[in-house]
């Protein structure tokens, strides 16, 4: 079983930028693509990024295409996502899953996940 471990997330000011790491705990992410989701409080889970097992295709949520980078350094059995000019409604709870099918926008798509780690963004 392989445990996804977010970090990274904290209490930053408008236009600031945040790193978040998920590292496997157990089972490598090795083959696998993995995912970025977010859930803001009364609001559903979304889906923010994603990139394929080589980090060779990504995939974004219309919000995130210009501020999210995510990348992946096999190596280390690590996923990033890189945010970049937040804003308020960023602030949500973050969440790191692995994929366990190619339907990537949907959170039905991820078997194991991570316990999130929170981001929040002031004006």
């Known amino acids: 079983q392989v445990q996804p471990v977010e970090s990274g997330g904290g209490m930053v000011q408008a236009g600031d930028s945040l790193r978040l790491s998920c590292a496997a705990s157990g089972r490598t992410f090795s083959g696998y693509a993995m995912g970025w989701f977010r859930q803001a409080p009364g609001k559903e889970r979304e889906f923010a990024a994603a990139?394929?097992?080589?980090?060779?295709?990504?995939y974004y949520a219309d919000y995130a295409k210009v501020r999210f980078t995510i990348s992946r350094d096999n190596a280390k059995n690590t996923v990033y996502l890189q945010m970049n000019s937040l804003k308020p409604e960023d602030t949500a709870v973050y969440y790191c899953?692995?994929?366990?099918?190619?339907?990537?926008?949907?959170?039905?798509?991820?078997?194991?996940w991570g316990q999130g780690t929170q981001v929040t963004v002031s004006s």
């Open positions: 899953a692995r994929a366990r099918r190619d339907s990537y926008y949907s959170k039905n798509s991820y078997d194991y």
């Open positions: 990139i394929n097992w080589s980090g060779g295709i990504t």
